[in-house]
Structure formats: structure tokens, C-alpha cells
């Protein structure tokens, strides 16, 4: 099981029990805990060492800071072993009586077996309205199948785990990602509860920058449209051009407007310095992709410093 942590100190003695009592049932594996401290400032690193020295199933990664949780995935999922991996957040809002389940419909064939939202309690409207809106703008404009309002719960074969190390991107949308690599899925529904301790860290400022994410990494619908949109207003603006001519051609004299052509002036400039933004936007990409810097640097794995970081397809 794969969990990012950052300052889950209060969630996660609940975790680690609630999740033990669900596994310790099932007989017929043997589960291991890799849990990623994702450069916590309370004392997740200190119970993290405590779970490991209750339990030798917990190894726990320590990253040098915080790289935020989409690269805390990735960290975890580069020293994952197994035939395969749950991800799942320390606050309890993917369950782990879903675990069973889950394992089911893996020994039936599955190789993503992922948790679908039917209610999310504990969030604003906003908040829910504003996820439901994304993902259904997303799924409109990408030229994948983007799955709706699924999340990082899920349970995932080898062979999936294997296909998302090859992908090094440092800006990650790996909800995105685990729609892309495809592979045989299957969604199973539940009511996520609201956190049993602490406060999110997801804020409507760091929501929009994930949102921004997924729409650069998986479509350049963005950029089509400002295409379209400037063919529109050059059209437009020969249109009022010809008009302005044809009058003073008939009427003579100087043409009354000049409020309208300022208003005219600052819509375009604005729709301008909108879409330079966008090109920035993946501009911005391209750029910190080309310096090839490793996604992340591991301090300690299970206590012992880390010296020689891993490194795939050139990428750490």
C-alpha cells in the first residue's frame, strides 16, 4: 500500500489501525505499507519510525522536502515491490473496507481497479461543483477517456505500476496519467467521508494550479482556441473596418466613435495578453522539462541515508 503523507500526524495511528485490522483478514497475501513523508513539519516522520519498529510491513520514504503529493506518488511508486499496489490518502477518506473489494475484482482480470465518488461530504458546494465542472471540461477537450470524479484510490497491477515509472514529467496530473495508460479498469462506487483529523491541504489556490495541470498535460485545446479566437476578431475587425470606410466614403467628414474604438482597442489587447498567457503557460512546460532534474531526492529510506538516488530513463 502506497500512502503520501504531509503532517498526518494526527490521521495516521487511525490509519495504520484501521487499515491493519482490514488486511490482517485476508489471509491469502502478504501486504506491505510504503508510506512517503512527503516533508512534514510535525511529527509524521516520528510515528513513521514508531509504525516501522511495531510493525516490519511499514517502510517509509523521507523526501528531502516537500515536492507536493503528485510527486510523492511517484516516489512511492519507484520503490513499490509486488504484483501490485493500493493508493490510498492516511485520512481516511478512501476507506479501507474497500480493500476486499478491490482485490476482487484484481483476481478477476482487473488492472486498475479505482474508487469512484458518489458524494463527498465534508466539502463546500463550490468545491464539488467546481471538481464536477473540471473533469467534465476535461474529458470534453482531451483526446483521451478521462475518468469522472475519480481520485488517487485505487488498486493497481504490476504491469500498471511499471507503465506510469516510465512517465518523468515534473509537472505531474497523474490522475491523467492512470487514464492514459489504459489497461482493463473498473470502477468501484462509494460515499467518501469527510477527514477524521487535520485540515486539507488542497486550498482553492492549489486546486486551481492541479486544475491548470491536467488541462496543459493532457490536451492543446487551450492553444486551438486562442487560434480560433484571434481568426474570429481579425474577421471582426475587418468588418468594422469596411464599415468605417464605406461611411466616410458616403458621408464624408471625420467619424464619430472614438469610445467605442478605445473599448475595441482594450478588448482585443486583453483577449491578447489572455491567450499570451496560455502560450506561457506551456511554454513554461517545455522549459522545466528541458533541465532534466530528478523529480524528487530521497533523505532516508527506513532510517538509512540515501546516497545513490534512483534514476529512471534518465530521470530521477
Known sequence: MLVPCYNEEAALPVFYDR????????????????????????????????LRERDTRVCYIDLSRNFGKEIAMIAGIDYLSGD????????????????PEMISYWEQGYDDVCAKRTSREGETFFKKWSSHMFYRILQGVSNI???KDVGDFRLLDKQCLEALRLMRESQRYTKGLFSWIGFNKKEILF???????????????????????????????????AAFVGCVLAFLAMMYM???IIKTIIYGG?????????????????????????????????????????????????????????FYGGRG
Not at 501490485?84 to 480493500?99: N, R, S, T, V
Not at 491541504?201 to 487551450?222: D, H, Q, R, V
Not at 467619424?255 to 482594450?266: D, E, K, M, R
Open 191 to 225: 460515499e467518501r467521508p469527510a477527514r477524521i483529523a487535520g485540515k486539507t491541504k488542497w486550498n482553492y489556490w492549489k486546486l486551481l494550479n492541479l486544475a491548470i495541470e491536467g488541462l496543459t498535460s493532457f490536451t492543446i485545446a487551450p492553444l486551438r482556441l
Open 145 to 147: 477517456p478521462i475518468q
Open 254 to 310: 471625420d467619424v464619430a466613435g472614438y469610445p467605442s474604438l478605445i473599448t475595441v482597442i482594450l478588448f482585443i489587447g486583453g483577449v491578447q495578453l489572455f491567450f499570451l498567457g496560455i502560450m506561457g503557460e506551456y511554454l513554461g512546460r517545455v522549459f522545466n522539462e528541458s533541465k532534466f532534474r530528478p523529480l524528487y531526492l530521497v533523505k532516508t529510506y527506513n532510517g538509512q541515508r540515501i546516497v545513490r538516488q534512483k
Open 19 to 50: 487499515t491493519s485490522k482490514v488486511i490482517n483478514s485476508i489471509n491469502r497475501y502478504e501486504f506491505q505499507f510504503v508510506f512517503v513523508n512527503d516533508g512534514s513539519t510535525d511529527d509524521t516522520l516520528r510515528i513513521l519510525k514508531e
Open 242 to 244: 469596411a464599415v468605417i
Open 84 to 99: 501490485a499496489a493500493i493508493i490510498m490518502d492516511a485520512d481516511l477518506q478512501d476507506p479501507p473496507e474497500l480493500i
